[in-house]
């Protein structure tokens, strides 16, 4: 009973799992041993059971939530932590057993293969048929016909063990996490919206957060390859759902164009490319009835080849590149007609003059020397790209090639970014609102910003276009004095509401960027300035 129906191996696994929990206050052991603190139950029973175990988790603790949260609670101990483990394995298994006994119409206790694919859906894995073959032959079950429950389980585990993905797209997966991770095998989430973009993916922030917090169940702002396949597992389930209905809804399976292939990529999130569309797409189903499984194919192609041609163009938008044409050929000082081909290339002098417009220190030594350095990494990651060498000039030269110039506009928007994700990152870390406070947050500042009407055409030099690139919302500081104008309260909160504002605006006069108003609502709740409440 104590063993709670547990192997030997598995309990040794739970100890391990429970062991790595934090401690409950001073140790003071009784009969119940050791104590750990009930906020670190979720971390360790998913240490225990892995991701796949996450939305059962939930369920589980929100159902003993009143126990564990009521402050009196002293800690749990390695029994209770095994009976959790216990509820938590059986919700699960009950949960997958349910879908299996809908597919065993006969009520024989076994599933034909036939019903396999559609099986593993429901718990998670949306396969192909070649891919499910693979699969099945890695486990040396590709003749079996039939399967029990336990067999069935048994596979899901298999399955869950390689996150349903392929020998080839587990080796490109990890290859494109190589790539991002440090030393430790460890990648920042602030990078997972770079490397989705990078393997091809199109993701709005809210879904990228979404897919994180599924996978970063510690919290620690980090994933290793194994957060990293889970996640792209959630992102190939997301995408499925995508390719169906895209699929039914433009009728490809009844000989379609190769525009309306097009517009079902466009309607799933794939990006494409007319090149890749018309010399690797079109040969391909030309002509013929194209099956799901065929669709899903063109989708992958796209998404494998597509980032080839953005990486050239340093992931800017066709519409985007052109903006910086007009701003590059418009910078330039020589003049399109004094020179021929003077239109091809901007002077070290020009560029560094609209370098500096930006706000970018190139007038100082380490300025200078860091544009510089940028400057070779431009040309390089160009050259990495693809781009041709009649494109890119020599490198160091005083006369910079336009593809280098895009490829040194994206370094400096990177740096942007990621000066403000970072801001925002420690941000959220300091201040203690839940998700739904921060979306209330979200929502009034939104409504506070005046987002400025853009005139594309009006934009003409490059300073100006990379300025329109790295736009940031504010709001203005005079806005938000207003806001508390009709709030009671006394002289001395007031000043110091004025002196805090005014040292988390933005020093250029633009106001307070969204990491700033957020301290700012934070410190009005703590001080309880004019009573304020976002719950």
């Not at 225990?48 to 609670?73: I, K, P, R």
């Not at 298999?158 to 494109?176: N, P, S, V, W």
């Not at 004025?498 to 250029?508: E, H, K, S």
């Amino acid at each position: 009973r104590a063993r709670q129906g547990f192997t030997l191996a598995q309990l040794n696994a739970i100890q391990s799992a429970f062991e790595g929990c934090e401690s409950h206050g001073p140790q003071k052991r009784g009969p119940e041993g050791r104590l750990v603190k009930p906020e670190s139950l979720s971390n360790g029973l998913l240490d225990w059971a892995g991701l796949y175990f996450y939305d059962d988790l939930q369920a589980l603790l929100e159902s003993v939530e009143g126990c564990l949260d009521n402050g009196v609670s002293p800690g749990v101990s390695f029994l209770e932590f095994v009976a959790f483990a216990r509820q938590l394995q059986e919700a699960h298994l009950q949960k997958v057993f349910q879908e299996y006994c809908k597919k065993d119409t006969d009520r024989d206790d076994l599933i034909d293969i036939k019903d396999l694919q559609a099986l593993l859906k429901p718990v998670g894995f949306d396969i192909l048929e070649d891919e499910l073959a693979e699969l099945l032959q890695k486990q040396n079950i590709a003749n079996q016909q039939t399967f029990g429950f336990d067999a069935f389980w048994k596979f899901v585990l298999a399955m869950r063990d390689c996150h349903g993905f392929t020998a080839k797209e587990q080796r490109d997966l990890i290859a494109a996490f190589n790539r991002f991770c440090d030393d430790s095998g460890e990648m920042q989430n602030r990078q997972v919206k770079e490397l989705l973009e990078f393997l091809g993916f199109q993701n709005s922030p809210v879904q990228i957060a979404a897919m994180v917090k599924q996978v970063d169940y510690n919290g620690n702002g980090t994933m290793d390859i194994g957060e990293f396949l889970r996640l792209m597992r959630l992102r190939r389930e997301s995408s499925m759902v995508d390719f169906r209905i895209a699929y039914e809804k433009h009728r490809l399976g009844e000989t379609p164009s190769l525009r309306a292939i097009g517009t079902a990529l466009k309607m799933s999130n794939v990006a494409t490319d007319q090149c890749v569309m018309e010399n690797e797409i079109w040969p391909m189903c030309k002509n013929k009835q194209l099956d799901f499984s065929g669709f899903v194919r063109i989708a992958e192609t796209c998404r494998q080849l597509a980032p080839g041609e953005k990486r050239k163009r340093a992931r800017f938008m066709p519409d985007e590149l052109a903006l910086l044409r007009k701003g590059f050929v418009n910078s330039n000082s020589s003049g399109n007609d004094k020179h021929p081909g003077a239109c091809d290339y901007i002077s070290m002098g020009d560029l560094l003059w609209e370098l500096a417009f930006c706000g970018i220190p190139v007038n100082t030594p380490d300025g200078r020397t860091h544009i510089l350095q940028q400057l070779e990494e431009a040309h390089e990651s160009a050259k990495i790209a693809g781009v041709a060498e009649s494109e890119l000039g020599r490198p160091q030269s005083p006369r910079v090639r336009f593809m280098t110039v895009v490829h040194l506009v994206r370094l400096v928007l990177k740096e942007y970014s990621h000066a403000f994700t970072e801001k925002q990152y420690t941000a959220l870390n300091a201040t203690r609102f839940s998700e739904k406070e921060l979306d209330k947050i979200r929502e009034l500042f939104d409504s506070m910003v005046d987002h400025p009407q853009v005139d594309k055409v009006a934009l003409r030099s490059l300073a100006q276009v990379i300025q329109h690139f790295s736009y940031i919302p504010h709001v203005k500081i005079d806005r938000f004095m207003a806001m508390t104008l009709n709030v009671k309260t006394n002289l001395t909160q007031k000043t110091e509401l004025g002196n805090r504002t005014m040292a988390l605006a933005d020093p250029d006069g633009r106001g307070l960027d969204f990491p700033s108003f957020l301290q700012m609502i934070q410190w009005m709740v703590d001080t309880n300035y004019g009573g304020i409440s976002f719950t």
